[in-house]
């Protein structure tokens, strides 16, 4: 399950055919590091429009009283609740942290010097991207996976120490090597009751997206920067997701039509 699994923190750039490039930077979830030094034009996040908000509340409540996110999330027990657990035995204050840090840093960078954004993943009031959900709901219930989840936390750290001597450190700090294997695996553990082809499905409509956004600084920008220079995208990846996006981009999907964040 391993397998095909990059802990690499290095951007990477696609160029997309019909112009402009989209710059991946690789992240680890609740990691406080990243490699990222470019300079880019516009944000795209895979998330929903919806986690800005989510962020807001948890940095609110982080400020009030710190920890308290992360030690809510361990009380509900589960690989979630496992993950943040051994993430918190780390001790570093750059892991485990609440919110997101990487993903809530460049969002707030983006508002503050007022480039554009947009979110991969779609609203429920999406009835495509429903149907896709729904699909995963009713596959999660399914009594074989139900029989699967039980001593899922066991396997979620069995699949952790296998990335994490599977891949060599790209970090001199092999905290967040051991987190960002924690996270693989949740994320592994996570959507394990997903068909290949489900899968498959939601990185299409992922990558579309992505071209849609592209399409759209493209247009924004238009005669605003040199020639010589590219449009550039940012989109923040989880490291366990980036090579099954890449592969549904190298199939160039139509992009989709997508909106800027409203201010």
Request: hydrophobic letters at 40%; proline letters at 5%; charged letters at 25%.
């Amino acid at each position: 399950m391993s397998e095909g699994i990059s802990l690499d923190w290095s951007c990477v750039d696609w160029d997309d055919p019909e112009g402009g490039l989209v710059q991946f930077l690789p992240f680890a979830p609740l990691v406080n590091y990243s490699e990222f030094h470019s300079e880019w034009h516009g944000l795209a996040l895979m998330f929903s429009s919806e986690d800005p908000l989510l962020w807001s509340e948890q940095h609110d409540e982080e400020k009030k009283s710190p920890n308290v996110v992360r030690d809510a999330m361990i009380a509900q027990m589960g690989h979630s609740g496992k993950m943040v657990k051994e993430m918190a035995l780390l001790e570093r204050e750059s892991i485990g942290c609440f919110p997101d840090p990487v993903p809530y840093s460049v969002f707030n960078h983006a508002k503050e010097k007022q480039r554009p954004i947009w979110y991969l993943e779609p609203d429920m009031d999406d009835d495509e991207w429903v149907e896709v959900v729904l699909k995963g709901v009713d596959l999660r219930t399914n009594f074989r996976n139900l029989l699967r989840s039980i001593g899922a936390t066991k396997k979620m750290m069995r699949i952790a120490k296998s990335i994490a001597s599977e891949n060599t450190p790209s970090t001199d700090d092999s905290g967040h090597h051991i987190a960002a294997s924690l996270s693989a695996a949740w994320w592994l553990v996570e959507s394990s009751h997903l068909t290949d082809d489900l899968q498959e499905e939601i990185n299409r409509r992922i990558a579309s997206r992505i071209r849609g956004s592209l399409s759209s600084l493209r247009f924004s920008l238009n005669g605003q920067i040199d020639d010589e220079e590219s449009v550039v995208l940012l989109v923040p990846v989880p490291q366990v997701r980036l090579l099954g996006v890449l592969k549904a981009l190298n199939s160039l999907p139509d992009a989709e039509e997508m909106k800027q964040e409203e201010e």
